[in-house]
């Protein structure tokens, strides 16, 4: 049974230009305990898709289901006791932590807002949710700024894992932070999944690190999931030729294995307009393309057994 479901979701903004369709008709499911990569250009609607499954954004259109339970247009007062079951784990590990506060006191303030503990008991778990992403019980003490990078992704970790969820949005974890610091945040959300049985939506730009960590591998473009597969087969025999672009970019360690590098032209369309039929046609490298990409948009359909594709001519 999947835990987090969502049916046709949508998130518009409305603007003085026009209707911005950040994320546009989206169907996915997560199974308990799986990790599903989401990849993509900039501005394709990744973060936007991760905060409105847990309504940091409210749906425009669209149905959520979480654990059976549908939450779309729950109040906020029904919401809050499934909020504790989904948390999300911010980009910016510095913008998103109060420089005011202490991480002691940031961490304690979820478990405050649930009652999940008080007094002596809730300095006990902040600590301990200090050592579960390694840092010492003294760092409740001081304040965001004092911190590395890692160490601020860290404070968030905790944070989100302080009110124990079951399903964490991990929006870019890895992007501000050195390479060295990326492994060991990669190796510490695995260990974390390991322990707790999470489900993680691992938005990243890091092709290899998704290949990594994810059982399955969403690829979005200007709004819609245009491709979702088991990563092995994904990375393996990708069938969306923005897929094959996207691949074409990863570097390889071998300087003797040669890749065709595919290069796509012109820019990515705005999506206060996007282009008619599918939405890739004007950058797809495809030759002698049939007229229904011009004019039909595309359905997400299988191909193979769990490989979906959203193109006319795969």
């Known amino acids: 049974m999947s835990l987090v479901s969502v049916d046709a979701v949508a998130r518009h903004f409305r603007e003085a230009r026009g209707t911005l369709r950040a994320v ?3 169907s996915l499911s997560l199974d308990e305990g799986e990790t599903v990569g989401l990849v993509g250009e900039s501005g394709c609607g990744k973060s936007t898709l991760g905060r409105t499954l847990v309504r ?3 749906p425009t259109a669209g149905r959520i289901v979480f654990d059976g339970t549908d939450i779309t247009r729950l109040s906020q007062r029904r919401l809050r006791p499934i909020r504790r079951q989904m948390q999300i784990i911010f980009q910016d590990p510095y913008a998103s932590l109060n420089p005011r506060m202490t991480v002691g006191e940031t961490l304690a303030e979820p478990l405050a807002i649930h009652r999940l503990a008080a007094g002596a008991q809730r300095a006990e778990r902040v600590a301990a949710l200090l050592d579960r992403v390694g840092l010492p019980a003294s760092a409740a003490r001081r304040y965001p700024h004092e911190f590395s990078g890692g160490q601020r992704q860290r404070v968030g970790i ?7 969820p079951r ?3 991990a929006d870019e974890p890895l992007s501000a932070l050195d390479v060295s610091i990326q ?3 990669v190796n510490l959300l695995q260990s974390l999944q390991r322990a707790e049985k999470l489900t993680y939506l691992f938005i990243s730009h890091d092709l290899k690190v998704v290949e990594h960590l ?4 969403a690829v979005m473009y200007l709004g819609k999931i245009v491709e979702l597969a088991p ?3 994904l990375y393996a025999k990708p069938l969306h030729p923005y897929t094959q672009a ?3 970019a990863v570097p390889v360690p071998d300087p003797q294995r040669k890749r065709l590098r595919i290069v796509l032209g012109g820019d990515v369309p705005s999506p206060l307009a996007p282009p008619p039929g599918c939405p890739f046609h004007p950058r797809c490298q495809v030759k002698d393309k049939p007229k229904e990409c011009f004019t039909v948009p595309p359905a997400l359909r299988e191909i193979s057994p769990g490989h979906t594709a959203s193109c006319h001519v795969v």
Not at 159 to 164: E, S
Not at 214 to 217: I, L
């Open 24 to 26: 546009d008709g989206v």
């Open 56 to 58: 940091l954004l409210e």
């Open 158 to 164: 905790a944070r989100a894992l302080a009110v124990r």
């Open 167 to 169: 399903f964490i949005v």
């Open 183 to 185: 492994a060991q945040i």
């Open 214 to 217: 994810s059982t399955r591998v």
């Open 231 to 233: 990563a092995a087969e």
């Open 246 to 248: 996207l691949l074409s």
